[in-house]
């Protein structure tokens, strides 16, 4: 990286990043979706935004809707409040999850089975017998489909990774919870227009590293780290924050082994901090900043 990429911002470029298996899932769900009595949408509680799909109606038509907020012990609560505010100020349900913590899981439980109640009691006056939900479950590649599905399984039934790209085709899983769950693949948009966003997607291990180059990723993420966030990043790597990001890559350099006389290996920095994100050793930050 040069010097002036991380001082004059980072190459501006549409990404275009849609393999066969998206393009083909978006089909499928569209040839599955009079099977579906709801919708469970995952997002990224730190991108609210970024991770939000395009064109949802497209796909789920006028099912219903439940956004699923991962990682929320993850973000900074006090910015993706105001997203999740705005969601329901528009008539979402949003349920808030930490994925670690079972009272989570069954309180997205009740609230859907509290959503669809109207179903079983139609049901219900036809003499029939309450059946068990059939929900899809979709969402941009690494925000927890995984997780969420094998825990609500009771047992590991989907393959779980921080590598978008995991899951290749749709499934249907059974619960014992009342919940039939269609496990779909990751689905991106065919392009990102948005640099910014772009980046937040790689930084959060939503589109491959090697799709964007590395220390265009490091470099955002410690010039949007040292703007916002500071006290993390400081505290982290255990060093002083300075205005120039440059300075801050040379300081973090020297904590991790990655300056040879005065040689800063961007490369290994960029690989560092990415990881740190992604692992979730650098958490309490929210990359969709409200700006509204």
């Known amino acids: ?59 789920i038509k006028d099912k219903p809707h439940i956004i699923v907020m991962t ?22 349900i949003v349920v808030p999850m930490d994925l670690t913590n079972n009272n989570d899981y069954k309180k997205l439980v009740d609230i859907t089975k509290k959503v669809m109640q109207p179903l079983q009691e139609k049901r219900k006056s036809k003499g029939l017998k309450e059946k068990d939900i059939h929900v899809a479950v979709i969402g941009i ?11 609500l399984a009771g047992k590991k039934v989907a393959n779980v990774s921080n590598k978008p790209g995991v899951t290749k085709q749709i ?3 059974k619960t014992d919870c009342g919940l039939l769950l269609l496990d779909t693949p990751g689905i991106l948009w ?21 799709v964007l180059n ?5 470099g955002y993420l410690v010039s949007f780290l ?41 490369e290994k920095v960029s690989e560092r901090v990415y990881h740190d994100v992604v692992s979730g050793k650098i958490k309490g930050v929210t990359f969709d900043q409200w700006k509204m």
């Open 1 to 59: 990286m040069k010097n002036n990429e991380i001082q004059g911002g980072l190459h501006k470029s549409v990404i275009n990043w849609y393999p066969g298996h998206m393009a083909r899932t978006k089909r499928e769900l569209k040839e599955h979706v009079k099977l579906i009595d709801c919708v469970y949408e995952l997002i990224d509680a730190r991108m609210p935004l970024s991770s939000k799909m395009k064109n949802m109606d497209e796909l």
């Open 226 to 266: 040292k703007n916002y966030y500071p006290e993390i990043l400081a505290e982290r790597y255990n060093i002083e924050i300075d205005k120039d990001p440059l300075v801050v890559f040379e300081r973090i350099a020297n904590k991790i082994n990655a300056n040879n006389k005065g040689e800063i290996d961007y």
């Open 141 to 151: 590649p690494n925000v927890g489909k995984s997780t969420l599905i094998n825990k």
């Open 190 to 210: 065919p392009k990102i227009e948005d640099n910014e966003e772009a980046l937040s997607l790689a930084a959060t291990g939503s589109i491959k590293m090697d």
């Open 71 to 92: 990682k929320i012990d993850l973000c900074d609560m006090a910015v993706t409040k105001r997203w999740i505010k705005q969601y329901e100020e528009h008539g979402m």
């Open 171 to 173: 499934n249907w899983l």
């Open 214 to 218: 590395v220390t265009d990723i490091g």
